[in-house]
C-alpha cells in the first residue's frame, strides 16, 4: 500500500511542555485513519504540524511522498476541517464558498460550490447570511470548505462535536461516500463509538506519544478488551 | 490572489456598515470645520492659503485617525474570530493576504480623499491651487496612510489581539501628531529640528504649508518633505518583513 502520510519522530515543545514528542506513524492511501487521545494528548497540535500551519521542531512528515515544505501543493491535496472554527458572518453560504473556490483559482467555481452546498443539505439556506446558521449547520460549511478543492486528503479535528444525531449521522454518510471514492480520511474524534464505526486503522496517542496502532481486531488483541473504549482506557491510563 | 482578500474586505466594510459610518463621520468633522474655518470672523483674518493648510491638516489627520483604527482589526480579526488558519490553508500566500489588506485600506483612503474635495474646492475657490492642494493632499495622505498601515500590520502580527493593537497604534499615532501640532518656536533647538524632519505627519504638515503658504508647488520643492514620508513606508515595509518572519517562528504559519 502507498503511504500517503508519512511522519517520522517529530516533536513540538511549548516552552518546558512536549506537545508531542517523538511521533512516528504512517497512514495508506484510501485508509479511515482514527486518531484517539485524551485531552492535550497532541492531537491538534499533531494535525496542526500535518498540515503546514504549525512548524515542528524535529522530524519530518512528508504528504503524498513530498516534503510538506512544498506548501502550494500541499494546499491542493489537503482539506481540513480544524479545531479553529472561525466564519465570516456576514457571508451567505454561497458566498463564503464562493470565497474559497477563488482562492484556490477554481475555473468551474459555481458548480462546485453548487454540488457542495447540495452535498452537506445547505442548498436552501445558501443565500442567507452565515450569522444565522445553526452549529450543526456551520459545522457542515465547514466540512463543504474543507471539500472545496477536491481533496485527496482530509484532516477533520472532531467534525461531528455539538451535532445532533441525525447531524453526525450525515456527516458520517458523507465521509464514507468520499472514502469510498479512495479520499483518504485523517479522523480525530473523542466519540469513541463513532471511531470504531468508520475507522479501518486507529493510532491512539497519549502524551504526545503513539502508543498504539492498528486495526480494530489489532487493538484488540493487543489489549485483551473487545470495546473501544476499554482498549482506549488500557492504553491511555 | 491578493484581489479576492481586498474585495473580502471592501465587502465586509460594506456589510457591516463600517465604511458608511466612517464616511458620515469623516462628512460631518469636514462640513464642520470647513464651517468654522470659512465663517468664523477671527479666523477670517487669516489668510485663505492658511485656511486651506488647516483644512489639509484635518483631512489627513482624519484620514490617518480613520486607518488606524481600522487597520487595527484588519489583521488582528482574522486571529481573534479564528478564520486566518482556513486562509492560510490555502494557496494564499501571507505577501498576497497582506497586499490584499492593504489595497482595502488604502480604498477607504480613496473614498475618504473624494469626499474631500467638495471642501477642498470650496476653501481653495478663487485661489489657483485647487490642483496643486488637491494633488499633495493625494501623495503625502497615501504615503502616510501606506506607511502607518504597514506599522500597524507589524504590530497586529506580534499581538493578533485587536485591541493591544489598536490602544499601541493609536498611542503611535499621537506620538507622531502632537509633536507636528507644535509651533516653530518650539522647534528651534537642533533635537527638535531632527525629529521634525523625521518625523512623517511633521513632514506632511510642513510640505503642505511649503505648497500653500509659499506656494512651492513643484515636486522638486517638496522633496525634502517627501523622502521622510518614503523612508517611513520603508521602516514600515521592514517592521512588517520582521513581525511576520517572528510569527513565523512562534508557530504562528509556516511556510509562507
Known amino acids: 500500500?502507498?503511504?500517503?502520510?508519512?511522519?517520522?519522530?517529530?516533536?513540538?515543545?511549548?516552552?518546558?511542555?512536549?506537545?508531542?514528542?517523538?511521533?512516528?506513524?504512517?497512514?495508506?492511501?484510501?485508509?479511515?485513519?482514527?486518531?484517539?487521545?485524551?485531552?492535550?494528548?497532541?492531537?491538534?497540535?499533531?494535525?496542526?504540524?500535518?498540515?503546514?500551519?504549525?512548524?515542528?521542531?524535529?522530524?519530518?512528515?512528508?504528504?503524498?511522498?513530498?516534503?510538506?515544505?512544498?506548501?502550494?501543493?500541499?494546499?491542493?491535496?489537503?482539506?481540513?476541517?480544524?479545531?479553529?472554527?472561525?466564519?465570516?458572518?456576514?457571508?451567505?453560504?454561497?458566498e463564503y464558498l464562493s470565497f474559497f473556490a477563488d482562492l484556490y483559482s477554481l475555473t468551474d467555481k459555481k458548480k462546485v460550490v453548487g454540488d457542495l452546498l447540495s452535498v452537506v443539505g445547505l442548498t436552501e439556506r445558501k443565500n442567507t447570511c452565515i450569522a444565522t446558521y445553526s452549529r450543526g449547520m456551520k459545522q457542515r460549511l465547514g466540512l463543504a470548505r474543507?471539500?472545496?478543492?477536491?481533496?485527496?486528503?482530509?484532516?477533520?479535528?472532531?467534525?461531528?462535536?455539538?451535532?445532533?444525531?441525525?447531524?453526525?449521522?450525515?456527516?458520517h454518510n458523507l465521509l464514507k461516500k468520499l472514502n469510498q471514492q479512495g479520499v483518504?480520511?485523517?479522523?480525530?474524534?473523542?466519540?469513541?463509538?463513532?471511531?470504531?464505526?468508520?475507522?479501518?486503522?486507529?493510532?491512539?496517542?497519549?502524551?504526545?506519544?503513539?502508543?498504539?496502532?492498528?486495526?480494530?481486531?489489532?487493538?484488540?488483541?493487543?489489549?485483551?478488551?473487545?470495546?473501544?473504549?476499554?482498549?482506549?482506557?488500557?492504553?491511555?491510563? | 490572489m491578493y484581489k479576492y482578500i481586498c474585495l473580502k474586505e471592501i465587502k465586509a466594510e460594506l456589510y457591516t456598515w463600517k465604511s458608511l459610518t466612517w464616511l458620515l463621520?469623516?462628512?460631518?468633522?469636514?462640513?464642520?470645520?470647513?464651517?468654522?474655518?470659512?465663517?468664523?470672523?477671527?479666523?477670517?483674518?487669516?489668510?485663505?492659503?492658511e485656511l486651506m493648510w488647516l483644512l489639509?491638516?484635518?483631512?489627513?489627520g482624519v484620514a490617518l485617525l480613520v486607518v488606524t483604527i481600522d487597520a487595527s482589526s484588519s489583521i488582528?480579526?482574522?486571529?481573534?474570530?479564528?478564520?486566518?488558519?482556513?486562509?492560510?490553508?490555502?494557496?494564499l500566500s501571507i505577501k498576497d493576504f497582506i497586499l490584499g489588506k492593504l489595497l482595502a485600506l488604502l480604498s477607504l483612503w480613496g473614498v475618504l480623499y473624494v469626499v474631500a474635495i467638495p471642501y477642498v474646492y470650496v476653501a481653495s475657490l478663487g485661489s489657483k491651487l485647487f490642483f496643486p492642494f488637491l494633488g499633495y493632499i493625494a501623495l503625502l495622505g497615501t504615503l502616510g496612510v501606506v506607511g502607518f498601515t504597514l506599522i500597524?500590520?507589524?504590530?497586529?502580527?506580534?499581538?493578533?489581539?485587536?485591541?493591544?493593537?489598536?490602544?499601541?497604534?493609536?498611542?503611535?499615532?499621537?506620538?507622531?501628531?502632537?509633536?507636528?501640532?507644535?509651533?516653530?518656536?518650539?522647534?528651534?533647538?537642533?533635537?527638535?529640528?531632527?525629529?521634525?524632519?523625521?518625523?512623517?505627519?511633521?513632514?506632511?504638515?510642513?510640505?503642505l504649508d511649503n505648497v500653500l503658504v509659499d506656494y512651492q508647488t513643484s515636486l522638486a520643492q517638496n522633496w525634502i518633505y517627501i523622502i521622510p514620508l518614503i523612508v517611513f513606508c520603508l521602516v514600515g515595509l521592514i517592521l512588517l518583513i520582521f513581525s511576520v518572519r517572528f510569527f513565523k517562528k512562534k508557530g504562528g504559519v509556516q511556510n509562507y
Open chain 1, 146 to 171: 474543507a471539500l472545496v478543492n477536491n481533496p485527496r486528503i482530509i484532516f477533520l479535528d472532531e467534525p461531528t462535536l455539538g451535532l445532533d444525531p441525525q447531524g453526525q449521522e450525515d456527516i
Open chain 2, 56 to 60: 489639509g491638516k484635518i483631512i489627513i
Open chain 2, 25 to 49: 463621520l469623516t462628512s460631518l468633522i469636514f462640513s464642520v470645520t470647513s464651517y468654522l474655518l470659512l465663517t468664523n470672523k477671527e479666523l477670517s483674518l487669516l489668510d485663505q492659503t
Open chain 2, 152 to 207: 500597524i500590520f507589524a504590530i497586529s502580527f506580534l499581538y493578533r489581539s485587536s485591541k493591544n493593537t489598536l490602544t499601541t497604534s493609536l498611542i503611535f499615532l499621537l506620538a507622531l501628531s502632537i509633536p507636528a501640532l507644535f509651533s516653530t518656536t518650539l522647534k528651534n533647538n537642533t533635537p527638535a529640528q531632527i525629529l521634525s524632519h523625521i518625523n512623517p505627519v511633521d513632514s506632511i504638515f510642513a510640505s
Open chain 2, 76 to 91: 488582528t480579526s482574522e486571529f481573534e474570530k479564528e478564520t486566518a488558519e482556513s486562509l492560510f490553508l490555502t494557496p
Open chain 1, 1 to 94: 500500500m502507498e503511504s500517503i502520510i508519512n511522519a517520522q519522530h517529530i516533536t513540538k515543545t511549548y516552552g518546558k511542555i512536549s506537545a508531542v514528542d517523538d511521533l512516528s506513524f504512517q497512514v495508506n492511501a484510501g485508509d479511515f485513519f482514527g486518531f484517539l487521545g485524551p485531552n492535550g494528548a497532541g492531537k491538534t497540535t499533531t494535525i496542526r504540524m500535518l498540515t503546514g500551519i504549525l512548524a515542528s521542531d524535529n522530524g519530518n512528515i512528508k504528504i503524498n511522498g513530498k516534503d510538506i515544505s512544498d506548501r502550494q501543493e500541499l494546499s491542493h491535496i489537503i482539506g481540513v476541517l480544524s479545531e479553529s472554527r472561525g466564519f465570516y458572518d456576514w457571508m451567505t453560504g454561497e
Open chain 1, 184 to 237: 483518504t480520511i485523517f479522523f480525530s474524534s473523542h466519540v469513541l463509538s463513532e471511531v470504531a464505526d468508520l475507522c479501518s486503522i486507529i493510532a491512539v496517542i497519549n502524551k504526545g506519544r503513539l502508543v498504539a496502532q492498528g486495526t480494530m481486531s489489532e487493538l484488540q488483541k493487543k489489549t485483551g478488551s473487545t470495546d473501544l473504549k476499554q482498549i482506549f482506557l488500557s492504553l491511555t491510563q
